[in-house]
């Protein structure tokens, strides 16, 4: 009999971890807050719940993919939360990408209800996430971790270890960062490329044969060149994030010197109207500083 697994968020990420979990044998009791996600989940097959307690109802694990951590506290301790409807020892595996401290406080919350929670961010796009290739790294007990195995394997190619409650969060927030980089050099490599006049699609071939090739050049270079702008991730989640690397660098005393340009730079493209377009329609941006007209038509 396939095992039944829980899930609370279901926009591009949750709709990505329900497909490769049908797929691997699970079912899935899924709830949202968008009565059009919940449609969907039914069309395809899982079993849509009207609270995140109905969620972890009957289940051993349940996944939670919310846009920020005060999201996942609510959804998990609030009336009608996963701890609610959870039996002792659920596992609920936290794919948001979190601020650090308060990952921990919730595991410690949860633990006095019974509840095992691992910080169990992920690394890749929507996209990948549809084609399973996403890396786990999760923050908790070690062998929590490993009663986890089988779940992580139904939604991602590999599954770390990072340490104790936390742990897998900040490795997020680093993997963030520099893709962060990886991105805006890339973006001003090809703004410069168009200022001389470069050709662009084959100037991207070059820099993706060349010494400084990064999977940013195959994910993320089309898009900037020819304004395709369709969600992967979106503005608004990499300025929320980036404000989450910024702080851990106060917290900590780590030099944040790039982070910061990243985030001014985010925060110029939410201004004009680009929150909801995906990450890189900060290429606009550069566009426009550059003399150049973006080519985004009536930004949300």
């Not at 109802?57 to 939360?81: K, M, Q, Y």
């Not at 948001?96 to 796009?125: N, Q, Y």
């Not at 923050?139 to 742990?167: I, K, L, N, Q, T």
Request: glycine share 12%; with cysteine; charged share 25%.
């Amino acid at each position: 009999m396939s095992q039944r697994v829980g899930i609370v968020g279901m926009g591009l990420m949750g709709q990505a971890f329900i497909k490769n979990m049908r797929e691997a044998g699970f079912e899935v009791q899924g709830f949202d807050v968008d009565p059009a996600r919940m449609d969907d989940l039914s069309e395809k097959g899982g079993h849509p719940v009207e609270t995140p307690a109905a969620a972890a109802r009957g289940v051993n694990f349940v996944i939670t993919s919310l846009p920020t951590s005060d999201v996942v506290r609510e959804a998990a301790l609030d009336p009608g939360g996963v701890a609610e409807g959870a039996k002792e020892g659920l596992y609920l595996l936290d794919t948001t990408t979190s601020r650090p401290e308060d990952s921990v406080r919730l595991a410690e919350d949860l633990a006095g209800r019974g509840v095992r929670f691992l910080d169990s961010a992920v690394s890749g796009t929507s996209t990948m996430a549809v084609a399973k290739d996403l890396v786990v790294i999760a923050g908790g007990e070690a062998e929590d971790f490993d009663a986890c195995r089988a779940v992580f394997a139904g939604f991602s190619r590999a599954a770390y270890h990072m340490g104790p409650a936390g742990s897998g969060a900040r490795t997020k927030l680093v993997i963030n960062m520099i893709l962060a980089g990886n991105r805006l050099a890339l973006a001003e490599g090809l703004m410069l490329g168009a200022k001389v006049g470069l050709e662009m699609d084959n100037l991207l071939e070059v820099l993706k044969d060349g010494a400084c090739f990064s999977k940013t050049m195959i994910d993320k270079g089309p898009k900037m060149i020819h304004a395709d702008y369709s969600k992967q991730g979106q503005v608004k989640t990499s300025l929320k994030d980036s404000r989450l690397m910024l702080e851990q660098g106060r917290l900590h005393g780590s030099p944040m010197l790039f982070t910061n340009i990243w985030s001014q730079v985010l925060q110029m493209a939410y201004e004009r109207g680009y929150a909801e377009e995906d990450t890189v329609a900060f290429y606009e941006v550069l566009r426009e500083l550059g003399g150049l007209p973006s080519r985004i038509v009536n930004p949300d």
